[in-house]
């Protein structure tokens, strides 16, 4: 079977915002020649390489890169792996999808590739969710690796108590992705923050084109969730462009540029520099 090229713009105008120097992409995906879609996931529409994302790299000033397995490869990180090979260790780090039966070897295998974190995909397509979450934590827990969680924030409360059962680190992706969103005094957003000040939890600023109602380039309604909780935990923020954001038709895509430009209005330039830079090099080692 074979998956078209991609025809999604990989250069333009240059954003507003010029990155400092190690900033970070920590959300973004690949879909390569060779690695078809598994079963219980979304169809591939057309390819994202690694050659892709270097150009849209070059294009918004940015330097590393986190990838995300997509939901369309499921449990199969075959291609998280070549992707990672062609990056290389010093540009790059990765978030897998583990269950509870991965074993120890490979684990070991794919630490050594550059993998540091485990995704759990509360959402349709998903290939492992809460149900399974802590069972996947004592898999990783001595890797010294963290859990990506995405869930609709509309639905926190059905999944707030496993969330504090987390001992390790994670991240609540995705802005706590509110569906439809939410004002920023909601009471959801109160247990993020709680969440976050127990001291293990981190926050992603990714996608809201997802979720936004008002669109770009300002996110009016998603804006001042982001706002809150960067003002409350500037250490704990990260940032990730969603590329190629296959959650959305070719008639929605995102400006690339607009998704970086977002932190003028969100943060001052000293918390960028932690958004961009020191968070993403603790979290992940660079």
């Not at 038709?249 to 932190?263: F, G, I, K, T």
């Amino acid at each position: 079977m074979s998956i078209p090229e991609n025809t999604r713009p990989l250069a333009g105008p240059a954003p507003r915002l010029k990155a400092p120097a190690g900033a970070t992409d920590c959300h973004t995906h690949v879909f390569l020649p060779g690695f078809e879609a598994q079963a219980g996931g979304p169809q591939i529409a057309e390819l994202a390489t690694v050659d892709n994302y270097r150009q849209l790299q070059q294009w918004l000033g940015l330097e590393r890169v986190v990838i995300t397995q997509p939901n369309a490869y499921q449990t199969d990180n075959g291609a998280l792996v070549a992707a990672l090979e062609q990056f290389g260790a010093n540009v790059a780090r990765a978030i897998a999808v583990i269950t509870p039966d991965t074993p120890q070897s490979e684990l070991e295998r794919l630490h050594e590739k550059g993998v540091r974190g485990a995704r759990i995909m509360q959402l349709p397509g998903g290939a492992v969710g809460i149900d399974r979450m802590l069972a996947v934590e004592d898999v990783i827990q001595d890797m010294g690796w963290h859990l990506m969680v995405q869930f609709n924030g509309r639905d926190l409360p059905d999944y707030h108590e496993e969330l504090q059962k987390i001992k390790g680190r994670y991240i609540i992706d995705h802005i706590g992705k509110f569906i439809d969103p939410v004002p920023a005094d909601d009471s959801r957003v109160d247990d993020i923050l709680r969440l976050i000040d127990k001291g293990n939890a981190w926050f992603k600023i990714c996608g809201a084109y997802e979720t936004s109602l008002t669109g770009g380039p300002d996110y009016s309604d998603v804006s001042p969730i982001a706002k809150r909780v960067i003002q409350h935990a500037s250490d704990r923020i990260i940032w990730g462009s969603n590329w190629p954001h296959v959650g959305v038709n070719r008639a929605q895509y995102p400006s690339d540029a607009e998704q970086l430009d977002v932190l003028l209005n969100w943060a001052d330039e000293t918390t960028r520099q932690k958004i961009l830079v020191d968070n993403p090099a603790f979290l992940y080692g660079f």
